[in-house]
């Protein structure tokens, strides 16, 4: 399955249409994602069940895991029924939302198939605002609270009661949790990257126009179900633990928050104890943990754009470089030791031609695109016809 294709949507549904549930309950969903990182909007693994044939990007990770939950929350509400329903079912919800709006443009483009207009409104959904420069080389930043979308279909799905007032008071809280943990740091001047983040998450609170002064307590009583507020505790428990310590002042906050939710100390130090464990194993791979400067950040951006536009498009680029034996040779020679300046004008000049037979690698034409060269070049042992690289061992 390829979320960044067209189908990938019809795709699921026929993988999980041909699988037993791998979930019994909500619960059960829920440890699964936030074991995956969805909960704290970082997206690190799917579930086993999805065949995938690539790597794929944190965008691609999100969009699968939003289908994942949406849909077994349809089960669990609904039953197991007909995939088309759930699809209709999910696209009406959105709409109902007034958010992700699709455009005359892209429904002319992709067609008028519910299926194909939901891959557009996920993809909306999985973004924060940004130009398509900045997607193109993976510079935008992914939604950080796009499990609120799940508990709000849940809401939705259920009929009991506004579902755009009550994702706005599911934001609010939300925020107010973040605020109001940080701030129970003596200091918190690192953690205050996680707030930016969910501050432009907000799909239906104004960051600016929102109240910090505590009031939000008096609503955890009588408007949240139990799930939500698992989730208020475990967005707690991720401002506490970004810092990878706890103070006498947080731990205040922490265990008198879990009270108000209805949680005993066993229970809130068990989530504490899974934050603390996720960080541990996870925190390289959690971007906005790690101090990079700007370039650093770009470069990585393109390299994993670039990486996953070349791994997608490996059989036709085996097939043009299969018909080029010198560039082959040439190429093999450059992952062992490096080539002559003409030897490297020759390869860069013979690559761009083949890159402008496949229009997904367009972007290797636009100016100052021979700089990514080298990604493509590190690529290479995995590209190369079996012919040229006698000592490649298949992996199982």
Same mark, same amino acid.
């Given at each position: 399955?390829?979320?960044?294709a067209?189908?990938?949507? !019809?795709?699921?549904?026929?993988?999980?249409n041909n699988?037993?549930?791998?979930?019994?309950?909500?619960?059960?969903?829920?440890?699964?994602?936030?074991?995956?990182?969805?909960?704290?909007?970082?997206h690190? !693994?799917?579930?086993? /069940?999805?065949?995938?044939?690539?790597?794929?990007?944190?965008?691609?990770?999100?969009?699968?895991?939003?289908?994942?939950a949406?849909?077994?929350?349809?089960? /669990?509400?609904k039953?197991?029924?007909?995939?088309t329903?759930?699809?209709?079912?999910?696209f009406?919800?959105?709409?109902s939302?007034?958010?992700?709006?699709?455009?005359?443009?892209n429904?002319i483009?992709?067609?008028s198939?519910?299926?194909?207009?939901?891959?557009?409104l996920?993809?909306?959904?999985?973004?924060?605002?940004? !130009?398509?420069?900045?997607r193109?080389?993976? !510079?935008?930043?992914?939604?950080?609270l796009?499990?609120?979308?799940?508990?709000?279909?849940?809401?939705?799905?259920?009929?009991?009661?506004?579902?755009?007032?009550?994702?706005?008071l599911?934001?609010?809280?939300?925020?107010?949790?973040?605020?109001?943990?940080?701030? &129970?740091?003596?200091?918190?001047?690192?953690?205050?990257?996680?707030?930016?983040?969910l501050?432009?998450?907000l799909?239906?609170?104004?960051?600016?126009?929102?109240?910090?002064d505590g &009031?939000y307590?008096?609503?955890?009583?009588?408007?949240?179900?139990?799930?939500e507020?698992?989730?208020f505790?475990?967005?707690?428990?991720l401002?506490?633990?970004?810092?990878? &310590?706890?103070?006498?002042?947080?731990?205040?906050?922490?265990?008198?928050l879990g009270?108000?939710?209805g949680?005993?100390?066993?229970?809130v130090?068990?989530? @504490?104890?899974?934050?603390m464990?996720?960080?541990?194993?996870?925190?390289?791979?959690?971007?906005?943990?790690?101090?990079k400067?700007?370039?650093?950040?770009?470069?990585?951006?393109m390299?994993?754009n670039?990486?996953k536009?070349?791994?997608?498009?490996?059989?036709r680029?085996?097939?043009?470089?299969?018909?080029?034996?010198e560039?082959?040779?040439?190429?093999?020679?450059?992952?062992?030791?490096?080539?002559?300046?003409?030897?490297?004008k020759?390869?860069?000049?013979?690559? @761009?031609?083949i890159?402008?037979?496949?229009?997904?690698?367009?972007i290797?034409?636009l100016p100052?695109?021979?700089?990514? @060269?080298?990604?493509?070049?590190?690529?290479?042992?995995k590209? @190369?016809?079996?012919a040229?690289?006698?000592?490649?061992i298949?992996k199982?």
């Amino acid at each position: 399955m390829n979320p960044s294709a067209s189908g990938w949507i !019809n795709k699921f549904g026929h993988l999980v249409n041909n699988e037993s549930s791998p979930y019994g309950s909500f619960d059960s969903l829920y440890k699964d994602l936030k074991a995956h990182g969805f909960i704290y909007g970082v997206h690190l !693994n799917i579930p086993p /069940f999805i065949e995938v044939e690539h790597t794929l990007s944190e965008d691609e990770i999100a969009k699968i895991n939003l289908l994942t939950a949406l849909y077994f929350t349809y089960t /669990f509400e609904k039953g197991k029924t007909d995939f088309t329903q759930f699809v209709d079912t999910v696209f009406a919800y959105y709409q109902s939302l007034e958010v992700g709006r699709i455009s005359f443009l892209n429904k002319i483009l992709t067609g008028s198939k519910t299926e194909s207009q939901l891959e557009k409104l996920i993809d909306s959904r999985i973004y924060l605002s940004g !130009n398509t420069f900045n997607r193109t080389f993976g !510079n935008s930043l992914t939604n950080s609270l796009l499990y609120v979308d799940v508990l709000i279909f849940m809401t939705y799905l259920q009929g009991k009661m506004d579902v755009k007032q009550h994702g706005q008071l599911l934001e609010y809280v939300t925020i107010n949790i973040a605020y109001h943990a940080l701030n &129970s740091k003596e200091e918190h001047e690192t953690d205050a990257k996680l707030i930016q983040l969910l501050g432009s998450s907000l799909s239906f609170v104004d960051l600016d126009k929102a109240k910090f002064d505590g &009031s939000y307590l008096d609503l955890l009583d009588q408007n949240f179900n139990s799930f939500e507020k698992d989730y208020f505790l475990d967005m707690a428990c991720l401002t506490i633990w970004e810092d990878k &310590s706890v103070d006498y002042t947080e731990s205040d906050y922490i265990f008198g928050l879990g009270k108000d939710l209805g949680k005993s100390e066993k229970e809130v130090r068990a989530e @504490l104890d899974f934050v603390m464990d996720f960080f541990e194993k996870n925190r390289e791979k959690i971007a906005y943990l790690n101090d990079k400067n700007l370039a650093v950040q770009f470069y990585e951006g393109m390299s994993k754009n670039v990486s996953k536009l070349i791994l997608r498009n490996s059989k036709r680029l085996k097939k043009e470089l299969a018909e080029s034996r010198e560039l082959v040779a040439l190429l093999s020679k450059s992952t062992v030791k490096d080539l002559s300046a003409e030897e490297k004008k020759k390869v860069q000049n013979q690559l @761009l031609d083949i890159f402008k037979s496949i229009p997904s690698l367009a972007i290797f034409m636009l100016p100052g695109g021979a700089v990514l @060269l080298p990604i493509f070049i590190k690529l290479i042992p995995k590209l @190369l016809p079996s012919a040229f690289d006698d000592n490649r061992i298949e992996k199982n």
